[in-house]
């Protein structure tokens, strides 16, 4: 191995991105808790998002 290579965290030489590598890692704690843990971090898991459009410098109506 050499050096530049022993650098590179495991996730990165595994070709997965950091925001990735973090969603395996959550999933796997979540899915090892007991309840009611459980069930408040699955409720938690959930993202609420709206997509809102710009025009001309002007936001529109979010859908």
């Not at 191995?1 to 704690?29: D, E, K, Q």
């Not at 699955?42 to 459009?53: D, L």
Request: proline fraction near 5%; charged fraction near 25%; charge should be positive.
């Amino acid at each position: 191995m050499s050096a530049t290579t022993a650098a590179v965290p495991f996730w990165r030489a595994a070709g997965m991105t950091y925001i990735g590598y973090s969603n395996v890692c959550a999933a796997l704690v979540r899915r090892c808790l007991k309840e009611p843990y459980k069930s408040d971090a699955a409720s938690r898991e959930k993202v609420h998002f709206s997509i809102t459009k710009w025009t001309d410098g002007k936001q529109e109506k979010p859908n």
